[in-house]
């Protein structure tokens, strides 16, 4: 086992974020440093507002931190320009919105298949891994429904199959259960388990949801853009 694959896969050293509005100063991140090991599920835990979705940002390439750096699988982030840090994401990272976000006049395989046609694959290869993701998220039988014939944790199975379709390193999941009951949110967590077992993803998801802690590997714990005690 090579040295980059011992390397924490995520490292946040001492970031800032600090947003003008109205005039007004605004720190979303008060000098927050922490690791996140390959393979896990790991989890951002906090109030809302307490700076969750901007460090997801920030490790997405999303966001630049105002100070401190951001490195991803050895990559200083805020060394790369715009164009490599989208390259980056299509490449090696999958999203997961609390919203779903998915092309309501798209079927669940159309808007898997779609981020390979941007990623460049050939037809056949679009065609089969797109089956192949649906599958592992329990929807091939719902490949051809669109996302207006489905619930709400199917929605999201199928942003997951999406997220997982470029064969990421990382899936960055954002309130990915913030509008699903609970048991639906137990099933979402229990495939997120899967994945990072099965397909050997690493996901970063923020939540407020205390079930996460029965799902997590490590948890991280933000509170007005400072760290606590980490949790696991």
């Known amino acids: 086992m090579n040295e980059n694959h011992l390397s924490p896969l995520v490292q946040v050293e001492n970031v800032t974020r600090i947003y003008r509005v109205d005039g007004q100063e605004v720190h979303a991140l008060r000098g927050v440093t922490l690791e996140i090991p390959r393979g896990v599920l790991a989890a951002l835990k906090g109030r809302s507002g307490s700076g969750k979705t901007t460090l997801l940002n920030l490790i997405g390439g999303l966001d630049r931190p105002t100070s401190g750096k951001v490195t991803f699988a050895g990559q200083s982030l805020e060394k790369m320009s715009d164009r490599a840090l ?81 064969h990421p390193t990382l899936i960055l999941a954002d309130e990915p259960t913030g509008e699903l009951d609970t048991a639906t949110t137990r099933q979402i967590l229990a495939l997120f388990r899967h994945l990072v077992e099965r397909e050997g993803v690493t996901i970063l998801t923020t939540t407020h949801d205390p079930i996460i802690d029965e799902y997590a590997d490590v948890i991280y714990m933000l509170q007005d853009g400072q760290l606590g005690e980490a949790g696991k």
């Open 86 to 166: 989208t390259l980056l994401r299509r490449r090696q990272m999958g999203f997961v919105f609390q919203s779903f976000a998915l092309m309501p006049t798209y079927s669940a395989f159309e808007n898997v298949e779609f981020m390979l046609r941007l990623a460049g694959l050939r037809r056949k290869e679009r065609i089969e891994r797109s089956r192949r993701c649906l599958k592992v998220v329990g929807l091939a039988k719902w490949i051809t429904h669109r996302p207006d014939e489905m619930s709400g944790g199917q929605q999201q199975r199928v942003a997951i199959a999406r997220a997982l379709a470029n």
